[in-house]
């Protein structure tokens, strides 16, 4: 048997890269008492083009990783890694596993009205239906219509938030999900956050923006209740950062998703 989990560990949370930070941030306001240990695999990313094959490994050894620090809960931040993955983490870890799929799909059935809802993320994500089937296990009737943006990732990654060219990339792809008169639009990808004012403007006011981050924080502090996991301490926090490279502009970028300085970063080989 398994030692049993404790309440003062830190919570592990991992992504392909740094985009998985937009969950952290999340974590850190709704949780402020609880240390986070983050991976990112900036060496690797980006996971949402490449096969189940191979993210299902990359998967493995980022688990196997976090649970070695002895993790209370894992969260699965990045949606590529939940929609492929997802079952590889939970086969491996004593810890409790949440993923930002079930939590997105959980916020999109919240926000709907007309029961016609949007869902873009990568082209694995949207392959693999995994949103489709989280919301239709809940709700069978709800409406999907779903389309794959892989240029996001590297204009968010650009830091083109409010560029002209991200506005016409995401009119193309947001054309064929509004015309089908969504009312709510799931934001199924770590980056996407960060193109939520824009986005909001392309959908127009009537197109509820579900971000998974605030779903998946909620979560994590429910199931914390649940299990007796939160963290007795009220001292500040330690928030440690793994990652397998650190790329041109890192820092910059990564400060933008959390919304604050990122510190403590270590480089490590898989
Ligand atoms: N983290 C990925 C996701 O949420 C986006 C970046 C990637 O393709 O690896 O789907």
Known sequence: MSDPLDPSSPIGVFDSGV????????????LPFES?????????????????????????????????KRVKMLIIACNTMAAVAAQVVRDLSPAPVLDVIEAGALSALAATRNRRIGVIGTPTTINSNAYARAIHAIEPDVHLTSRACPLFVPLVEEGWLEHEVTRLTAEEYLRP??????????????????????????AGPGVALVDSADAMAEQAAALLSERGLH??????????????DVPLRFQSIGESFLGRSLNNIHVVQL
């Open 36 to 68: 986070i240990h983050y991976f990112g695999d900036t060496a690797r990313v980006p996971y949402g083009v490449k096969s189940v094959q191979t993210i299902s490994h990359y998967t493995t050894q980022l688990t196997e990783f976090l649970l070695e």
């Open 231 to 244: 963290n007795p301490a009220r001292l500040p926090p330690e928030y440690q950062y793994w990652v397998t």
């Open 19 to 30: 985009g998985g930070l937009t969950v952290v941030r999340a974590l850190m306001e709704r």
């Open 177 to 202: 999900v509004l015309g089908e008169h969504v009312d709510t639009l799931v934001l199924g990808c770590t980056h996407y956050p960060l193109l939520k004012p824009m986005l909001a403007r392309v």
